[in-house]
């Protein structure tokens, strides 16, 4: 029935809604400002529950933050049309301003589909436009059966008190006793607090709460607080947000596995940790975090940030009594003039100030010494008697007390004096610390923030650094603070030596209560959201780090999982942020954040890209930083994946990576073994992967396909991949357009395998001179043809690039046509390869083109005017050529490179080529008239497609 509504039909049909399934409004708005200026696109979700609409909306405006954001909305009917008032804060994280929309959208529904115009403010511009919109089941999907976590109940994240008799009676059998030994071995490992990228503190924290969970021994419930505690309290290498999300996700895990067996002032102690790291985590405004939300920086962040706050969901904490969102604990002890004991740092994080002597290692001396002699000497002290200067390689550095009264003249007010830069620190360019006292009347909650004055570092984002009584604290943070005195240290950067540039810092103190009542209504807004009884201790946060994780699903990855920011990128947003909270969701709130998403596809993904190559197991990673141990995605994801596809993937992860395997498990370390026991594989029964799991994937997003020959034998299976770098860039890219690989037979035979960032020219394209790769091909067609193979046809016009103008487009002047056709087939003996290759170049007047294909280092080539053939081993790939011009075989080892690459060298005249290969056929295709022969066949490149007679 159509759902166009008049007033009384619209009332009529909220009320037949009642007892239906929750929706979801999910609206777009596009518009202009009075001046005709396009705004960034917002999108708006409303929740509708039994008919009435939910006080709070979710937007989203993607220049600001690109995260979800809360407001309010009010929901009324007149004249027919369904108007909704929303009043939408848009926070800043740093990068981006803050700006404030109010939206009056005005509509109607024809069926579940909402069309209308909307009017209103965005960041103070008065502004319209139209308004588009959906109605969808309610997100995240409920799942059914679910039984309420109580307020101190424990385990909650990954398992309920219920399921630990049937994980301890696993653990008894012979499988489960390989897995427990797995974790006895990573528990033997060093523990490494300090690493920036890599800090294992909290994983042996969450590995002993698991042998705690195992044997309820409160000895292990006692070594992982202990652990945990070192963890909380050890300062990372980096001074970046998200080396903060593996600590905080390994102590989440020990805090809910052992919460009945610790003490009390331990449980408060780290809970009150969780609280702080949990919506540092999730809010995301500082230096080291990256807001786009197809970042790996975000998805670890917001993912582990989500798990945190949900391990202390309910739970009493106490009151705060530090800022809201501050770092880790940093005590700086009393200046020591006389020297003192040598203090190890390891990697010395950039701002860090102790009072002995330090012993530096390599990697900081690589990273440059300018805070060496500050580091050594510069202490915090009530009240140092003068200013001291030193010298640190070409910077001078100083470290002044100041008056109060240049910082506050009126505490009460927050009015302040700036503070000129430039005689602070001198002639020259410098870093400058800034002492004085700051004395509060009243207790309340407060923000200091500091307004520096250009010019600004913009690419490190920070440019002020406080601390309060000793305790580094986040700029404009808000803070709980009694009355008294407090000591404050502020460190500045001076950017720019010009004598005539501005350079000032202006401390202001301001009270911050209305932002906490702001703060309350919004936790207030997400409980009537949720529905969840009041629940709302953390409930903004959480609700945000799940919305913001179903979007790295959404922009990171794309609907067939193939990452955005390549195979390691992606594997690290999903088991150090995005799965974890998934499983902690569904299972502490009954909500599934992944259920459709392509979370369901991870796992596939892997497993059909997976080969042996020179006896290891590899999957041709694509993307800046090669390489992942996707064996440990195994059990995290498995219970987010498609029922069907389970039993497929239990099979071939144990095969590999269980008894039948290695025995790692693919585990690296002990916090995953919980996802291996909460996983519960061993209900599911293992089937061979053939017919079950798909033999092809085509990703629309990123416009990438992946073929296998099957699995039955899985040392002999072929896999072909093409890349035409399609779809939104979530962040660092390799320039890979129209590159595809082949890989299969033990070997990989067309592919760069280097670990780092490649340059166009290191991709199985068609290089031009002065032209490179570095947009985004289009898709023209893609379809299986009939006889068998698949077929995909590319306009590679707009990928490419004049490297003399960075950026500039593709033009008709310079080239009118670029077209790359791929044919694939890869037999029906699961052991063999047929790749049809067709480029068609046209324009690009006196540029020379070059064919090319990367080999690895061992292979050996043999060419004639026919073709070529590439041997490793025992094994062939052989290949006829036929082009509109001649060309020539060039076998090139590049300097620093393990790998060769044979390239075929076409003059400016030439437009065409047609490359057909294969491998493991017996017979090498031959070259005729006007086609390639390969056995039966006649395979023709014409007409922009590549036929088969």
């Known amino acids: 029935m159509g759902r166009i509504v008049t007033s009384g039909l619209f009332l009529t049909l909220l009320c037949g809604l009642l007892g239906a399934e929750d929706q979801d409004l999910a609206l777009t708005l596009r518009g202009r400002d009075e001046a005709g200026r396009r705004l960034p696109v917002v999108e708006l979700m409303l929740r509708q529950r039994a008919g009435a609409w939910s006080g709070a909306v979710w937007g989203t405006a993607f220049s600001h933050v690109r995260a979800d954001h809360l407001g309010q909305v009010a929901v009324t009917v007149a004249d027919g049309d369904l108007v909704l008032e929303v009043d939408l804060p848009l926070r ?41 919109g959906q109605l969808r089941p309610a997100w995240p999907r409920a799942i059914a059966g679910h039984r309420p976590i109580a307020s101190e109940e424990h385990p909650r994240l990954f398992l309920r008190r219920e399921d ?14 390989q897995v427990v030994a797995r974790l006895d071995a990573l528990l033997e490992e060093p523990i490494d607090y300090t690493g920036g990228y890599g800090s294992t503190g909290g994983f042996h924290a969450a590995g002993h709460a698991i042998r705690f969970l195992l044997e309820d021994d409160p000895a292990h419930a006692q070594r992982a607080g202990d652990i945990a505690l070192r ?95 501050v770092d880790l604990p940093l005590t700086i002890p009393p200046c020591d003039r006389g020297g003192g004991q040598p203090v190890s740092l390891g990697r010395m994080p950039q701002h860090w100030l102790v009072s002995s002597p330090v012993e530096l290692d390599d990697a900081y001396r690589r990273r440059g010494s300018r805070l060496k002699d500050v580091a050594e000497r510069i ?136 932002q906490h009542q702001r703060l309350s209504a919004w936790q207030a807004l997400v409980a009537q959201w949720r529905a969840d009884g009041g629940r709302a201790h953390n ?67 892997y497993a059909l890209r997976a080969v042996p190559v020179d006896g290891r197991l590899h999957t041709g990673h694509w993307g800046r930083h090669r390489g992942t141990r996707f064996a440990r995605l195994f059990p995290l994801v498995l219970p987010l994946s498609q029922a069907e596809h389970r039993p497929a993937l239990v099979h071939y992860w144990l095969q590999r990576w269980g008894p039948q395997g290695d025995g790692s498990f693919g585990i690296a370390h002990p916090h995953e073994i919980l996802y291996v026991l909460t996983s519960r594989f061993w209900q599911i029964e293992a089937l061979p992967p053939a017919g079950r799991l798909p033999t092809s994937i085509h990703d629309s997003r990123r416009l990438y396909w992946a073929w296998r020959s099957g699995y039955d034998h899985f040392h002999g299976d072929c896999v072909v991949e093409l890349h035409a770098r399609g779809g939104q860039s979530a962040g660092w890219w390799a320039h890979d357009a129209g590159s595809w690989r082949l890989r299969g ?43 068998g193979g698949h077929l995909v046809r590319l306009d590679m016009g707009p990928a490419y690039r004049r490297d003399r103008e960075r950026g500039s487009p593709w033009d008709q002047e310079h080239g009118d046509r670029a077209l790359r056709c791929l044919l694939v087939d890869l037999g029906h003996d699961q052991s063999s390869a047929l790749v049809a290759l067709g480029d068609r170049i046209e324009g690009f007047a006196d540029n020379p083109r070059h064919w090319q294909l990367w080999l690895p280092a061992g292979a050996t080539v043999s060419s004639d005017a026919g ?83």
Not at 97 to 113: E, L, N, Q, S
Not at 886 to 893: F, R, S, T, Y
């Open 539 to 605: 409930a903004y946060w959480i609700d945000s780090a799940a919305r913001h994780s179903r979007r790295w699903l959404q922009v990171g990855a794309g609907d067939r999982a193939f990452p955005g920011e390549g195979d390691a990128y992606g594997a690290e947003s999903i088991d150090a942020g995005v799965a974890p909270l998934a499983l902690a969701y569904r299972n502490a709130l009954a909500g599934d954040i992944s259920a459709g998403e392509s979370m369901e596809w991870i796992l596939p993904l």
């Open 745 to 787: 037979r033990g070997r990989a035979w067309a592919m760069r395998d280097d670990r780092n960032g490649l340059a166009p020219e290191d991709h199985n394209t068609i290089q031009l001179a002065d032209w490179s790769l570095t947009g985004s091909a289009q898709l023209i067609d893609h379809h299986s043809r009939a006889g």
């Open 92 to 132: 800043s994280d740093g990068w981006v301003p803050a700006a404030h929309a109010v939206f009056t959208i005005t509509g109607r529904f024809t069926d579940d589909a909402f069309t209308g115009t909307w009017e209103g403010r965005f960041a103070d511009r008065p502004a319209s436009g139209q308004a588009r």
């Open 231 to 325: 963890a909380i309290s050890a300062r990372l290498g980096v001074d970046h947000l998200y080396a903060h999300s593996h600590p905080a996700l390994g102590v989440a895990m020990a805090y809910d596995l052992c919460y009945q067996a610790w003490d009390p002032v331990l449980r408060q102690e780290v809970a009150r940790y969780l609280d702080d790291i949990g919506r540092r985590l999730v809010y995301g405004h500082s230096r080291g975090f990256n807001a786009n939300p197809g970042s790996n920086w975000s998805a670890r962040c917001r993912g582990s940030g989500g798990v945190a706050l949900l391990a202390i969901d309910g739970d009493p904490l106490p009151p705060p009594a530090r800022s809201l969102v």
């Open 867 to 949: 073709g070529f053939t590439i041997s490793q081993g025992d094994e062939h790939l052989q290949a006829a050529v036929q082009a509109d011009a001649p060309w020539q075989a060039e076998l090139i080892a590049p300097d620093g490179a393990q790998q060769q690459l044979l390239r075929l060298n076409l003059p400016p005249t030439a437009s065409r080529i047609l490359v057909v290969m294969a491998l493991g056929t017996g017979h090498r295709p031959t070259l005729e008239a006007d086609a390639i022969r390969h056995g039966q066949e006649l395979i023709r490149w014409d007409d922009d497609t590549i036929y088969r007679e």
């Open 379 to 514: 202490g915090f002290a009530a009240a140092l008697p003068e200013v001291t200067s030193y010298l640190a390689d070409d910077q001078q550095i100083r470290f002044a007390p100041l008056a109060e009264r240049h910082l506050f003249s009126d505490d009460r007010t927050g009015s302040s004096q700036a503070i000129d830069l430039r005689a602070a620190h001198g002639e020259r360019p410098s870093r400058v610390y800034l002492h004085t006292r700051l004395t509060i009347r009243d207790a309340g909650v407060y923000r200091l923030r500091t307004d520096l004055g250009p010019p600004v570092d913009e690419e490190r984002g920070d440019h002020a650094w406080l601390w309060l009584n000793g305790r580094m604290i986040r700029d404009n943070a808000p803070l709980a603070l009694s009355a008294g005195s407090y000591a404050l240290l502020i460190g500045s950067d001076r950017p720019s030596d010009s004598p005539t540039a501005r350079a000032f810092i202006m401390p202001r103190l301001e009270r911050a209560d209305d």
């Open 164 to 177: 630990i008799p049937q994980i301890r009676a696993f653990a008894s059998t012979a499988l489960g006793r």
